[in-house]
């Protein structure tokens, strides 16, 4: 009894829990949920998927619990902290680091753990042991064999440690003993992803333990050859992750498979049984999103688990799109069974089939690196916060990191500053992210890792302990190295414990460093410590003649091996020790001894060398009589150019060959000159005037500044902070230019600080666009701080006096600097191009011719070919220019890298020049700047000059307003009237004083340059441009391709999008677009254009100090090479040629056909919703187009046709006798052959396809540059396709005599048909082989046999050498019917014996029978040839039935056919064919069967001789007649016969309309002879026939033709009768039957398709829902039913509830899991006790699938229940009649005791 009540609690009352149970039972309140799965995940996601709306989910009224799940899901999603590890614990993890004895693993979470050797399996365990105690060690595999970094593998926590530091330290194991631990031999299932180790290697394969005892897992080396990543052989001991294929004798073996395709894609599914007890990391699973918080979300899986994410298993790109209800795949991380929790990864890396896991960032090793300018994007306060660094990588900091480890927490105020500064501590594998920290103490740290230190530096550290073998010496808390015994000191000591105490601060020097091993050796040797002579960190540092110190490693008989820095060493051979003769080196030296030794010769590559000690000892004694080579600063040298550097050049000071440094900086004063110098510079030049500013040491720093060589000559310098005085004026240069300030550095290395204050007399906001870095600038001193050794200088104007003269100085000698450039290229180059422009000077008169005139003009000139020379709008306003035109120009500018000139033809230019008087003053106009330069003409005079744009040296342009600009006038005062040093050029001094003018609109709009660098305002945001608004009001465009670096733009993103309306945006020129203005047009003007600035906005392109060129188109286009693959944006998408328009550059832009736009066909219709305008594509160039300037593109990924590759197609026309013609990508045609369409040939080949029709193809061959193409699915996914039912004949050779072959008609002549078998092999069958007619004229055939009819034929014979097939079409020799009708009444061909057989008979018969009765008698004599015993009457097969073997085996006919196969059979299928005139042809069939041979022989005898019959006779042939007429008569009234023919249906059609049946009937008497189009034909006759009330036969028909589409027809034309039936029809019976006929014929995706669209539109019938879930189970999918239970309860009224899971329940017992379905009635139940039907029902389903035990329990139950006693007594009555039928006599007397008790209790009640 008590167990009864355990498994069925009486309705109403709780179970109370045992003693033992209650401590168990931890939270399980919601647990014990018999009823429900994940019917809520799976309804939330339908529910959002289909709807997306954001109401709350109503709990179903069965009960109080949200759904069942097996642990409740965490309150606040967070990481794994170590603290919550514990043993036990199951991890996924990725191996990081492989050593001799132990790997380093990567857990989730950054945890890191340990594997030791002895953890792997037992297996592997015991090899190791009996390896060791056997001297024999070959066989071993090592643990860098079996591992690999990147490796995932499942682990357990074997052990918590506590490391030195006392930080835990996590031992892990992968022992499978351990890991499946909570597997048994019975819980294994097929399917199951389990990891193991190889236990043994066998023959056929590999015995793996898996860990579960009393089980046998074998891999056989089929399955293991699969192994993508370890192709060798499998070893003892391998971790191997497989699936079990199959379990077999109980568990007791399974067979397992470690194909890594299949196990990427295996989920794990809950039929395997998992449960929480034995869940294992690394499975993948079907999740489904119940919550999303903003650290993570929580999962539902496997029907009744949770689990959570962290949010750094999110995938980061979907993080945004995570919603409640969608489902995901993701793969467990790790499972801690004491609290229940299960983690989750979503991470692409884990979860995506082929795809592994890096175990080091892609960016490269950054570890120990220090970040700055970081900024926080999200705080998770339970576990850490995500870091964005500057290069836009995320990065992860951990709450204990963000904060000294001493400090309380204070969360929001870090995440409230602005940038942070971390260092990265490691980089997680398994989380694919870089761990930081945000710790003062460990970010200021010299040394974070081994890496950090270099052989050769000094450091200190602290000693930690002395051992025998050296001393440990801790450098930081990781990072500690050895000093060996011998390194101790310069001599080896005795008690080195008397010189080092522990925690002593001490110095030393880095030996050598191993950072893989974490090894690091240090010397404390003085000499070594101190040395100052160059180390040897390689063998490429010792050149010959260099001098060392190296110590002594080991002393032989022919000399010493000196050893130096990492494991550089050399010998000193015997006659190198000394001067004086050694003979016995080791009473010499010692092993330790650090000397002086010079390299005599070294070979780096066979890391050799030899040293000398008696050199460097001599060497030494020379050098120092020898004065030390210096340098003075001040002192004027020359130098030669030995190499360039990115900041400078290095040179050696001639003749003594020193080494200094020339920084780019320091050539010249004006920055703009510097780089031009620089370039120009080679190595091996000499340089003259340079004088050195700064030495220290051995490094002297050389200046080329015009004024700071001055002002060291001159004396105007402080050589030490000691000689600085406030007041004091210096000559210095830009050094640093900081937010508060720039940094001034003068000679003799001092450096003042200007603060912002006093930088510049006008308010500046930003420093770093005042003063450019190198600038040189005059600086007074006005404060000093003698104690911190600091002075603060002020650069403004209005303090400082420029030196007398200093402006036209400083332009005199720029000038000189740029002449030395040029002529320094017109001395290089032998080109006569720059010998001509380095003759050419401002000023200059030159006759030109014009070529072009569009904004502004460019001319020819015969004298300088080659070179451009172009005038600015500006410069020929006013001048009417014609193509060819002759005009004299004056030269403004000569840029003789560009070979470009500037020119101007404004006559007040070109005119006469005037004369000048020194000391005049006048105006002047800015004609064309040059960065440093401007050249300006004065007044009317005609004459030019050139001033610098900076009249002062300290001058700054803090906006673009104050810079000089084209057409500005200045005020000039001249001082020189013809200077030599200017190239005869006016030398004038200038003030800007000019009157303002307006500026004409013209004017105004041309100011911008290439490569200004501009502010502006965002105006509007185009996906391919924006408008941005200049602070001068001018409007300038930035192109989509100008917005980011090219390899930060992601693919699909949209760039421009990235900039906001409205936001300020540093730019920089680039180039300028013409544009129509519409605003201020006077009407003369209608062509009137200006120019819009084209900017970029990248950051690279806007460093001012790179050199920044144009690149014209041209050069753009060249740089692209054909099959390159290159980023472009979407600019114009053109629907009429249906071609796509991108770009790469403004000026450059490419086309990309239709068919290089997309590869699914289904695209072809919308290409365009695939590709959006500004989005960033990845194209591969197919040609470059040089006129016009364009290139054409792919974005299929593939840039040329390729044989055996599947491209799109078009098909440009059809064509019955060649086939398909297609248009290819990239130019190409092609043809596809009817053979080609498809594995399986059909009637009509061509239909379906049609002009401009898009089609995948496979590329054959290439013929003559015409492709032959397939469109086979053999050929185009050959793993998916079937085997094909008409393969490819790709030769001659394939065919074999007697095969039988299908294949299409090609001609039809005298020669006979010709038949198409493949695209090259066309065979014939000659006239006698094609039928057995009699055929007079091939016109016959070649009627009824189009080109591309499809024909069976038998190869006959092949020959080979002529490439001749031989096929026949005969039906003896295909079994297919003849290719002529019989309605065509030809004679048959008769052959051999026949033949003369038939000669003889006419001959008789024209003699012995008169006229009229020749002719039925000669269509009686045609004999088959087929047949030699066959009836005299010939009745050919209708096709129907040759089909119907193929079709249905079942149907009547061709069973009474088979039957009797002999000859009387063919009688009876031709009734219905009158063959005799009078009453004999009414004989019936079954008749013909009966009289059989007996009419037969009668015939024959007939044939031959004519006999003249009896009275009697004749009476007797009426009477059988009359019998027969009688026999037709009854059988036509008889309703039950089936009829025969058309003409019968039709007959009864007659007589009954509206039966659906019969037309049914009718229907499948044409499908039986494949008259399919008859059949359709029939239905659509009954559809308009039947009346419009009988709605069941029309449905019936409907049905009929469904079914027939279903069968026969295309997905296309079922579609259209499953529309037009829901016209007609009540819509809901339609849906359903279609439903049932998918289901039937397998169709399982369409029917599951339609049964989703049923629940949507009929979603208030229950009887949608119960099939749909009828459906469901039958597939096994019970997941899903209890899903759609959910859906359904929502939908249906709830008074429908009870019995709608009532009838789930049922179906769960009929197809499911009885289990559950008992689980659910129980549910629904216990809350509607009362409901009898339902007991009733359940009693039933119980007795029929449940155990004695259980139906008892049951009827204990309901006789319990309080219903009314009428029901009750039902029940006992029940109850009886089961234990009569099923139980024994003791048990049928305890329910008549119970009724008993029942009796009694109720009393009268009961009784009456």
């Known amino acids: 009894m008590a167990s009864m009540e355990e498994d069925f609690p009486r309705g109403g009352t709780a179970k109370k829990p045992t003693e033992t149970e209650s401590k168990i039972v931890v939270q399980r309140t919601e647990v014990d949920n018999l009823f429900q799965s994940n019917e809520q995940a799976e309804a939330k996601k339908r529910k959002g998927a289909g709807k997306d709306d954001g109401k709350k989910l109503k709990k179903p009224k069965t009960g109080k619990e949200d759904g069942l799940t097996l642990n409740a899901a965490a309150k ?113 299932k097929a399917g199951m992803v389990l990891s193991g180790c190889v236990e043994s290697v066998e023959d056929h394969g590999f015995i793996v333990d898996i860990g579960v005892s009393g089980t046998k897992a074998f891999l056989p080396k089929t399955a293991a050859k699969d192994k993508q990543n370890d192709p060798e052989e499998l070893k003892v001991g391998q971790y191997v992750t497989s699936q079990v294929e199959e379990v077999k004798n109980d568990g007791r073996v399974a067979r397992l498979s470690i194909s890594s395709l299949t196990l990427a894609q295996a989920f794990a599914e809950s039929e395997q049984g998992w449960n929480l007890t034995n869940l294992l990391p690394g499975l993948l699973v079907k999740a489904t999103i119940k919550k999303v918080t903003k650290h993570g979300l929580i999962l539902g899986f496997l029907s009744s688990f949770s689990g959570h994410v962290d949010f750094l298993h999110m995938e980061p790109e979907q993080a945004s799109n995570y919603t409640e209800g969608a489902e995901v795949q993701a793969r467990v991380l790790y499972v801690e069974l004491s609290t229940r929790l299960v983690a989750l990864s979503l991470r692409s890396y884990l979860v995506q089939a082929g795809s592994k896991v890096d175990p080091t960032p892609a960016a490269g090793d950054r570890i120990g690196e220090v970040v700055k300018d970081c900024k926080m994007t999200t705080m998770h306060h339970m576990s850490g916060a995500m870091l964005e660094l500057p290069d836009k990588t995320m990065a992860f900091v951990h709450r204990n990191h963000m904060k000294e480890s001493s400090e309380p927490s204070n969360e929001n105020r870090v995440l409230a500053m602005p940038e942070h500064t971390c260092r990265i501590l490691d980089f997680s594998a398994m989380d694919q992210i870089h761990f930081v920290s945000l710790r003062k103490s460990i970010i200021e740290r010299p040394f974070f890792r081994y890496h950090d230190l270099q052989a050769g530096q000094v450091v200190e550290g602290t000693v930690s302990v002395l051992l025998n073998h050296g001393m440990v010496v801790h450098l930081s808390d990781h990072i500690k190295g050895l000093v060996p015994r011998t390194h101790l000191s310069d001599i080896i000591l005795k008690n080195p414990e008397k010189k080092y105490v522990e925690g002593m601060r001490i110095k030393c020097r880095v030996l050598s460093v191993e950072p893989e091993n974490k090894k690091l050796y240090l010397t404390r040797k003085k000499a070594l410590v101190e040395s100052t002579l160059p180390l040897f960190l390689s063998y490429a540092d010792a050149h010959p003649g260099r001098v060392s ?53 070294c070979d780096p590559d066979k890391a050799k060398m030899l040293l000398s000690f008696k050199a460097a000892v001599e060497g030494d004694t020379e050098e120092s009589a020898k004065p030390q080579v210096d340098c003075e600063v001040g002192k004027r040298v020359e130098a030669r150019v030995l190499k360039k550097s990115v900041n400078g050049l290095e040179v050696a000071i001639l003749p003594d060959e020193i080494r200094a440094v020339l920084p780019t900086m320091h050539l010249s004063d004006h920055v703009s000159n510097c780089p031009l110098l620089w370039e120009n510079l080679q190595e091996g030049d000499n340089i003259s005037n340079l004088m050195c500013y700064s030495k220290n040491k051995q490094n002297f720093a050389l200046t080329k500044k015009p004024t700071v060589r001055w002002s060291l000559e001159e004396g105007v310098v402080a050589k030490d902070f000691s000689e600085v005085t406030v007041g004091m004026q210096l000559i210095g240069w830009i050094k640093n230019i900081m937010s508060y300030g720039v940094f001034v550095e003068f000679p003799y290395g001092l450096v003042g600080l200007a603060p912002k204050s006093a930088m510049t007399d006008k308010f500046i906001q930003d420093t770093t666009n005042a003063f450019q870095l190198g600038q ?66 401002v000023g200059q008169k030159l006759k030109l011719t014009v070529d072009t005139t569009d904004s502004g003009a460019t001319f020819k000139s015969d004298d300088l070919a080659g070179a451009t020379i172009l005038a600015t709008k500006q410069h020929v306003m006013g001048v009417n220019l014609s193509p060819g035109q002759k005009v004299t120009a004056v030269i403004l500018h000569i840029d003789i890298l560009s070979t470009c000139i500037h020119v101007s033809i404004l006559s007040k230019l070109v005119g006469k020049k005037k004369s000048l008087t020194e000391g005049s003053k006048c105006t002047a106009m800015v004609q064309h700047i040059d960065k440093d330069f401007a050249v300006i003409s004065l007044h009317d005079t005609a004459q030019l000059t050139v001033i610098q744009t900076r009249s002062h040296l300290n001058e700054i342009f803090l906006s673009e307003s104050h810079k000089l600009k084209t057409g500005m006038s200045l005020s000039v005062e001249v001082i020189e009237a013809s200077c030599q040093e200017v190239q005869g050029l006016p030398l004038v001094s200038w003030q ?221 026309n059809v064509q019955p006798q060649v086939g398909l013609q297609v248009k290819l990508p990239f130019g190409g045609t092609g043809t596809v052959a009817v053979t080609d369409l498809a594995d399986a040939y059909r009637p009509n080949p061509l239909d379906g396809y049609s002009k401009d029709q898009l089609i995948r193809c496979f590329l054959l061959v290439s013929e003559n540059g015409k492709w032959q193409l397939s469109l086979r699915p053999s050929r185009l996914n050959p793993q ?132 009229s009765e020749q002719v039925p008698k000669k269509k009686k004599t045609k004999k088959s040839k087929t047949d030699d015993n066959d009836s005299g009457v010939e009745v050919y097969f209708r096709e129907e039935e040759d089909k119907e073997d193929e079709e249905d085996p079942k149907s009547e006919s061709v069973k009474q056919v088979t039957q009797s196969s002999a000859g009387p059979s063919r009688l009876q299928v031709a009734a219905g064919f009158s063959w005799d005139v009078g009453l004999s042809a009414l004989k019936p069939a079954s008749a013909a069967v009966q009289e059989g041979d007996s009419s037969d022989g009668e015939d024959q005898d007939g044939s031959s001789k004519p006999k003249k019959k009896s009275r009697h006779e004749l009476e007797e042939e009426k009477k059988a007649a009359e019998k027969a007429l009688v026999q037709r008569e009854t059988q036509l009234m008889d309703p039950n016969l089936r009829p025969e023919d058309a003409a019968a249906f039709e007959r009864l059609l007659l007589a009954s309309p509206n039966s659906s049946l019969l037309w049914l009937q009718y229907m499948a008497h044409h499908l039986q002879a494949t008259q399919i189009e008859q059949a359709r034909a029939v239905a659509e006759r009954a559809l308009k026939t039947i009346s419009f009330r009988e709605e069941q036969e029309k449905l019936n028909v409907w049905v009929a033709l469904l079914n027939l589409e279903n069968m026969y027809g295309t997905e296309e034309s079922l579609k259209k009768v499953f529309e037009r039936a829901l016209q007609f029809c009540e819509p809901m019976p339609v849906y359903q039957q279609l439903a049932d006929i998918y289901a039937k014929s397998d169709k399982i995706k369409e029917a599951e398709g339609l049964y989703k669209t049923m629940v949507k539109r009929f979603r208030q019938t229950k009887a949608v829902w119960l099939s749909y879930g009828t459906f469901l189970l039958q597939q096994g999918q019970s997941d899903a039913a209890s899903a759609l239970l959910q859906r359904a309860l929502k939908s249906l009224p709830s008074k429908e509830s009870v019995d709608v899971i009532g009838k789930f329940a049922q179906l769960e017992f009929r197809y499911g899991d009885a289990e559950k379905g008992r689980a659910m009635f129980d549910k629904v139940l216990t809350s509607y006790p009362k409901r009898t039907d339902l007991w009733s029902v ?71």
């Open 992 to 1212: 800007r004083s000019a009157p303002k003018r307006p500026r004409t609109t013209s004017e105004n709009q041309k100011g911008h340059q290439f490569g200004d660098i501009v502010q502006g305002k965002v105006k509007t945001v185009k996906p391919t441009s924006i408008q941005v608004t200049l602070e001068d009001g001018s409007t300038a465009s930035v192109h989509v391709s100008e917005v980011k670096e090219v390899k930060d733009v992601l693919l699909g993103s949209f760039p421009t999008s990235s900039v906001k309306v409205g936001s300020v945006v540093t730019a920089r020129v680039i180039g300028g677009r013409e544009a129509s203005s519409h605003k201020f047009l006077p009407f003369s003007h209608p062509k009137f254009t200006y120019n819009i600035p084209e900017l970029t906005l990248i950051p690279s392109k806007l460093d001012e100090s790179k050199d920044f060129k144009p690149v014209t188109a041209k050069e753009k286009l060249n740089s692209c090479k054909v099959g390159e693959e290159i980023t472009c944006f979407v600019s114009k998408f053109h629907p009429e040629r249906k071609s796509l328009e991108v770009t790469i550059d403004p000026s450059v832009t490419g086309t990309v056909e239709l068919l290089a736009m997309i590869t699914d066909p289904k695209d072809g219709g919308h290409p365009e919703k695939l590709y959006k305008l500004g989005q960033a594509v990845r194209g591969k160039v197919v040609e470059v187009i040089s006129k016009p300037q364009r290139f054409v593109l792919s974005l299929t990924g593939v840039h040329k046709l390729e044989e055996g590759s599947v491209t799109l197609g078009m098909v440009t």
């Open 1280 to 1411: 998916q396709a079937k085997p094909a039912k008409d393969p490819e004949v790709l030769s001659i050779d394939k065919l074999k005599a007697g095969q039988l072959i299908r294949g299409f008609v090609k001609s039809v002549g005298e020669q006979g048909v010709f038949i198409r078998l493949s695209r090259s092999i066309t065979g014939r069958a000659q006239l006698q082989q094609s039928t057995q007619y009699f055929v007079s004229n091939h016109k016959v055939l070649s009627d009824h046999l189009p080109p591309n009819t499809l024909l069976t034929t038998k190869i006959l014979r092949i020959d080979k050498e002529e490439g001749l097939v031989n096929l026949s079409l005969l039906p003896a020799d295909t079994g297919k019917p003849d290719i002529l009708p019989e309605s065509l009444a030809l004679p048959l061909r008769l052959t051999g014996k026949e033949k003369k057989k038939h000669d003889d008979q006419q001959k008789m018969k024209k003699r012995t029978l008169p006229e």
């Open 76 to 188: 606040c999603v967070e990481i794994l902290h170590v603290k919550n590890v514990k043993e036990g614990m199951l991890m996924l993890g990725c191996v990081k680091d492989v050593a001799d004895f132990e790997v380093t693993v990567s857990l989730p979470c950054g945890l890191q753990g340990f594997l030791s050797i002895r953890n792997i399996c037992d297996s592997y365990a015991k090899l190791l042991t009996e390896q060791l105690d056997s001297a024999d060690t070959e066989e071993i595999c090592s643990l860098p064999h079996l591992f690999h970094p990147g490796m995932v593998i499942r682990c357990v926590v074997a052990k918590l440690d506590v490391a030195k530091g006392g930080s835990p330290s996590i031992q892990l194991s992968i022992n499978p003993k351990l890991i499946n631990k909570a597997l048994t031999s019975s819980s294994l």
């Open 1738 to 1808: 359940f009693i039933d389903l119980m007795v029929k699938h449940g155990s004695q035990k259980d139906v008892r329990a049951l009827f204990d139950r309901v006789i319990h229940l309080s219903v009314s006693v009428k029901k009750i007594k039902f029940f006992f009555k029940r109850y009886l009649e089961y234990e009569k039928k099923h139980g024994t006599p003791q048990s049928i007397q305890a329910v008549k005791e119970k009724a008993m008790e029942f009796v009694e209790a109720k009393g009268t009640d009961a009784a009456n």
């Open 776 to 841: 040189t600038v005059i600086a007074k001193v006005t404060n000093l701080d003698e104690e911190k050794r600091r002075f603060l200088v002020t650069l403004k104007i209005s303090e400082v006096i420029s030196p007398e003269g200093d402006a036209q100085t400083r332009l005199i000698n720029g000038l000189q600097e740029k002449r030395a450039v040029t002529e320094m290229l017109a001395m290089r180059d032998v080109s006569d191009l720059h010998q001509q422009l380095a003759a050419l000077c």
């Open 549 to 601: 110190h190296g110590y002594i490693v080991c002393i032989k008989n022919f000399g010493c091996i000196v050893r130096f820095y990492n494991s550089v060493k050399g010998l000193v051979p015997l006659s190198e020790l000394s001067s004086e003769p050694i003979i016995s080196p080791e009473e010499v030296f010692y092993v330790g001894q650090v000397l002086k030794a010079k390299v005599l010769q």
